[in-house]
């Protein structure tokens, strides 16, 4: 069984950084991808940044140059530094693994951004 724990959401001010954190635990294949989504009130769930386990990135176009992940394979965890926030980032950011053909989702975890 497979879970994924993330933490490190919260409050900031426009311009402010956030860096998410979401450990996975449990039967993790070396070889996975994973990411982290988001969703905002009234909004359907939308890609952010996914990464490979070697190390290849994709990033949504509203967060290039300001949003970067990174994942350390030895914890299974995976990273998301975001600058430069705006209030368009409050949403609750997802983590998702896609291992051995499933995937997995983390419970979620508030990003608020004030103007």
């Known amino acids: 069984q497979v879970q994924l724990v993330e933490s490190g959401g919260g409050l900031v001010q426009a311009g402010g950084s956030l860096r998410l954190s979401c450990a996975g635990s449990?039967?993790?294949?070396?070889?996975?991808?994973m990411g982290w989504y988001r969703q905002a009130p009234g909004k359907q769930r939308e890609l952010v940044a996914t990464?490979?386990?070697?190390?290849?990135?994709n990033y949504a176009d509203s967060v290039k140059g300001r949003f970067t992940i990174s994942r350390d394979n030895a914890k299974n965890t995976v990273y998301l530094q975001m600058n430069s926030l705006n209030t368009e980032d409050t949403a609750v950011y997802y983590c998702k693994l896609r291992n051995l053909g499933y995937e997995y989702w983390g419970q979620g975890t508030q990003v608020t951004v004030s103007s």
């Open positions: 449990g039967s993790i294949a070396k070889i996975n991808v």
């Open positions: 990464i490979t386990s070697l190390g290849s990135t």
